[in-house]
């Protein structure tokens, strides 16, 4: 069994195999789920060198960390577990959120999560999104002062501004900087790709594969995904978006095919190859709940893609129809 490579978040963070998890579709966003498939799916993503496991208080109202507690338990020295505050998702409506950054609520968010996790610290902890009313040296000097009391080992942000990283990094150092990127979304590339570069920030991608859209697992979320399945709320995921979207994904399918790979591993080697292009570390943290799926997208930690494959697919990001988020407003990109 070869395990996949390692990296360091930032200057001075953790080392940790160059792919992650996101276990936030293991209990909640994505439909049904297999508690016992997406246990063993933790099982096999360590042992295949996988030690970046994320999760968010949000997920699941905390039901999501209680779900990797016991995970935690048996393997707490190899695992470098990240979570994230600051974000509450109405249950009745995913649309109405709320956010808060302020020192209380950090005190607050980070008990609630160490007692639902079972651990005594959390490796990496983020600010899952910006509060504009607070501001961000208060939250990250919060956050600091829960490293000082071992509370927390290394601060990350997520979905923040070139601007918001460098101040924050005037405060203390940040080890990641979690947003979306992946071949359908790539404004990030403007400006926080190259300030995280300069401070020397790693960049942890989310959705890679498109929440599942680049490996054709859907076409139209209002078509093929459950009710309760969050994707059904992004533009660019139902109607005419959707339509026009599957469309553009033609060289990604012929890439593949001449591969002998899925469209997945090929989309995910590119997020991979951004650490080349743009000089940095680059871990993306794509998530699944099969034994199946994460021994495939380990693989393309080892596909180097050419010239002509990139080129191929450099236009895709500018052609894509609709936003990611419908309110883009908690975006990096709505404040840029």
């Not at 249950?91 to 651990?119: C, F, H, K, M, W």
């Not at 989310?206 to 139209?220: D, E, I, M």
């Not at 979207?245 to 990604?252: C, I, Q, S, Y």
């Amino acid at each position: 069994m070869t395990r996949i490579a390692t990296a360091q978040l930032g200057t001075s963070g953790p080392e940790v195999g160059i792919q992650g998890l996101g276990c936030m579709g293991m209990s909640w966003a994505y439909g049904p789920t297999d508690a016992d498939e997406a246990r063993a799916t933790l099982e096999r993503a360590l042992e295949l060198g996988v030690t970046l496991f994320d999760t968010a208080d949000v997920y699941g109202s905390g039901e999501n960390e209680k779900f990797l507690a016991p995970f935690l338990a048996a393997h707490r020295e190899e695992v470098v577990l990240a979570t994230k505050y600051s974000l509450t998702i109405d249950p009745q409506d995913p649309s109405r959120r709320t956010i808060r950054n302020d020192p209380a609520y950090i005190r607050q968010s980070i008990e609630g999560s160490l007692g639902r996790l079972g651990v005594e610290a959390v490796d990496l902890y983020y600010m899952h999104r910006r509060d504009v009313n607070v501001p961000i040296e208060e939250s990250v000097g919060a956050m600091a002062e829960l490293v000082r009391e071992g509370k927390v080992k290394h601060l990350g942000l997520s979905e923040v501004t070139a601007g918001e990283l460098r101040a924050a990094q005037e405060v203390h150092p940040i080890a990641a900087v979690q947003s979306e990127w992946s071949l359908f979304s790539r404004d990030i590339e403007r400006a926080v790709v190259p300030a995280a570069a300069e401070l020397g920030v790693a960049l942890v991608p989310y959705s890679p594969l498109g929440r599942g859209f680049l490996t054709g697992s859907f076409v139209n979320a209002e078509k093929d995904l459950s009710q309760d399945d969050f994707r059904r709320t992004q533009p660019r995921f139902t109607g005419d978006n959707a339509a026009a979207n599957a469309a553009l994904l033609a060289p990604l399918h012929e890439i593949a095919k001449a591969r002998s790979a899925s469209a997945g591993q090929i989309a995910l080697a590119w997020v991979q190859q951004r650490a080349q292009v743009h000089g940095l570390t680059v871990v993306p943290i794509p998530g699944t709940r099969k034994r199946s799926r994460v021994e495939e997208n380990t693989e393309a930690t080892r596909l180097v893609l050419t010239a002509e494959e990139l080129a191929a697919l450099e236009p895709l990001a500018g052609e894509v129809a609709g936003e990611r988020y419908a309110d883009m407003s908690f975006t990096s990109a709505g404040r840029d």
